[in-house]
């Protein structure tokens, strides 16, 4: 059973950067597929950036150019690199696992209930 957790949350001023960190545990992530999504107050669950076990990548056209998603095999973490934040990307924000790896493509990506492992979350603040 793989264990996520994630950190390097906090809260930020508009135009400041965070990177956040997803560590796993209780097995490999290396064949899978690894994304970031977040949840606003009051919004329902938003697909933010996925990296597959080739390392392809997708990301919500909302981040494109200012977030980047990676990942080290070797210690078993994904990283978010968030750049250039805007107020509109306040939220707990999840890293999750595809372990069927059926989501590695543009359109399933960014559908929550094909992914298996989660994390319990960080909160990202940024104030204007």
């Known amino acids: 059973q793989v264990q996520l957790v994630e950190s390097g949350g906090g809260s930020v001023q508009a135009g400041g950067s965070l990177r956040l960190s997803c560590a796993a545990s209780?097995?490999?992530?290396?064949?899978?597929?690894m994304g970031w999504f977040r949840q606003a107050p009051g919004k329902e669950r938003e697909f933010v950036a996925q990296i597959t076990w080739l390392t392809t990548v997708y990301y919500v056209d909302s981040v494109k150019g200012r977030f980047t998603i990676s990942r080290d095999s070797a210690k078993a973490t994904v990283y978010l690199q968030m750049n250039n934040l805007e107020s509109d990307d306040t939220g707990v924000y999840y890293c999750?696992?595809?372990?069927?790896?059926?989501?590695?493509?543009?359109?399933?990506?960014?559908?929550?209930?094909?992914?298996?492992?989660w994390g319990q979350g960080t909160q990202v603040t940024v104030s204007s």
């Open positions: 209780g097995g490999t992530i290396s064949p899978y597929a």
């Open positions: 999750t696992a595809d372990s069927a790896r059926v989501t590695a493509r543009q359109s399933l990506c960014l559908r929550p209930h094909l992914y298996d492992y």
